[in-house]
Each structure stands twice: as structure tokens, then as C-alpha cells.
């Protein structure tokens, strides 16, 4: 699998413009062969937690679905997006789906851990593991920015098949660290891929600082940005997850009927 990783800043609530944005990087990640596009959090809405609670009629979520769908079936390419998304309980949740190359939905996923008091505040943390669905013939799962520095939460997408885990990100502040570090140990650890696709520039809290990466089933790094918009390319190989696999047989060796015990 040719994988596409965007990065890119969002206008808040300006969701003609945003998926105008998408649909440019999806027609560039197509050309160039790729079979999926992986975009970050919120992007079709821009990144603003408090605003969209706020702003944002959700009576216009299912025509920005649709519209993300027409446009992955137009270009024939797989697609990650993040929208909010309200459960019938009305409670409004960050939101991850990921579409094949006809626009059907393929998975969904809902942030299981909200980050800081803006998120906390507009969202509801949602409790359901990570699916886990086949694509270009790579099985595949989704987090939510948060969620991946939460060992437990690659983990979980791992020991269910995953070989691919695409995180939509919203990553602020000064330090490079998340990317650099964390997501290559998730990736080892588990050995998956891990595709990690950050907003980059200013908003309301201060300046998302971009450094998207794709880390590999050995800890290594595939593709990374810097700090500015970027469309970064990397190949998914599900032999080398099974190398990785065979050469420290990391899932294998687990023992979850002792951790019980441990209260972990």
C-alpha cells in the first residue's frame, strides 16, 4: 500500500474551503498512486473545540459525509477524515471514518481520551476498542490524536489485527516529542505502522506545529514533515509487520492473565 499522509491548516468553520483543501491533496496523493489519504482531527471543520460546540449546526454533518465520500470516489483513493459526531444520546463525540476508494464506509471511530479542558468541555469521551477493517490489502485501525499516547489504545488496535494504525492529530505547543518518540515506541512495540497527520499553523490556543510522521513496524521512520503544509508519501508493507512480528514475537509473549492482577 502507497499511503498519503496530509498535513495542512484548517479554517475554522470553513468547511467549504477545508474539504476544497482535501479534495486538492486527495487529486496530488492520487496521481501520485497512492491508495489511501489520511487527513487530521477536524480538519473538515478546523480545529477549534469550543467553536464547533458552539457554531456548528450538526444538521449539516451528514452533507460534509457525503461530500468527503463523493470525493474519495472520485478520485478513487481511500480516505481518513475526523468531523464531530453526536450519538443518540445526543452526546457530540470527535469522530474518525475511514472510506474506500468507492466512498463506502469501511470504519468508524470515536475518541476515547479527550485532551485538556477545551475537548473536555465540547466533547464526551467515547469508551468502544478500535475496529479494525481491511484496505489495499492492509488491515487497518483507527485512534484519535490523545488516544495514541496511551500505549493501551495501540495496543488494543494491534492484538486485533491491525498492521496499520492511522491517527488524525491536532498536536499544539512546542515539543516534537509525541512524534518523534512516542509514535515510533508504539509502532516497535507493537509492531505496526503508525501514521500520525497534524494540522500545522495558528489557532485560537496557540500554533499546531505540524511534524506528522509515519513510523514503521521496527521503530524506524518512514516518512516525516516539518512545520509547514506538507503531503508526505510512505510504503505500507505487511511483510515487514510479519518480519517484526517473527523476529520479537512482542504479542506472542504477552501474559494478560498475570497484568489482571497488577491492576494495569
Known amino acids: 500500500m502507497l499511503l498519503a499522509v496530509m498535513q495542512a491548516s484548517a479554517t475554522s468553520l470553513d468547511a467549504e474551503r477545508n474539504v476544497e483543501a482535501i479534495d486538492a491533496a486527495a487529486a496530488k496523493a492520487a496521481a501520485e498512486g497512492a491508495d489511501l489519504l489520511l487527513t487530521p482531527e477536524l480538519f473538515p471543520v478546523g480545529y477549534e473545540p469550543l467553536r464547533i460546540r458552539r457554531e456548528l449546526d450538526p444538521a449539516v454533518l451528514p452533507s ?3 461530500s468527503l465520500a463523493a470525493l ?3 478520485h478513487r483513493i481511500g480516505l481518513v477524515y475526523s468531523l464531530p459526531s453526536v450519538g443518540p444520546d445526543g452526546a457530540w463525540h470527535i469522530s474518525s471514518t475511514l472510506l474506500d476508494a468507492q466512498g463506502k464506509v469501511l470504519l468508524d471511530y470515536s ?3 479527550l485532551f485538556g479542558d477545551e475537548e473536555r468541555a465540547a466533547f464526551s469521551p467515547a469508551d468502544a476498542a478500535p475496529g479494525v477493517a481491511s484496505i489495499a490489502g492492509v488491515r487497518v485501525s483507527m485512534l484519535i490524536c490523545y ?3 496511551f500505549p493501551e489504545s495501540v495496543r488494543a488496535a494491534a492484538v486485533r489485527g491491525a498492521e496499520l494504525v492511522l491517527v488524525p492529530t ?5 515539543s516534537l516529542a509525541v512524534t518523534r518518540v512516542l509514535i515510533p515506541a508504539r509502532a516497535l512495540e507493537n509492531h505496526v505502522y503508525v501514521a500520525y497527520a497534524n494540522h500545522c499553523g495558528a ?3 496557540g500554533r499546531l ?3 506528522s510522521v509515519v513510523a514503521a513496524p521496527d521503530g524506524s521512520v518512514a516518512a516525516e514533515a516539518g512545520p509547514a503544509a506538507e503531503l508526505l508519501f510512505a510504503e505500507v508493507s505487511t511483510r515487514a509487520v510479519g518480519d517484526a512480528r517473527t523476529a520479537v514475537p512482542y504479542l506472542d509473549d504477552r501474559r494478560p492473565e498475570a497484568y489482571g492482577a497488577w491492576g494495569v
Open 64 to 66: 460534509l459525509r457525503a
Open 170 to 174: 491536532a498536536l499544539a505547543g512546542d
Open 72 to 74: 474519495a470516489a472520485s
Open 209 to 211: 506545529i505540524g511534524g
Open 111 to 113: 475518541k476515547v481520551h
Open 203 to 205: 489557532f485560537s490556543g
Open 147 to 149: 488516544d495514541a499516547e
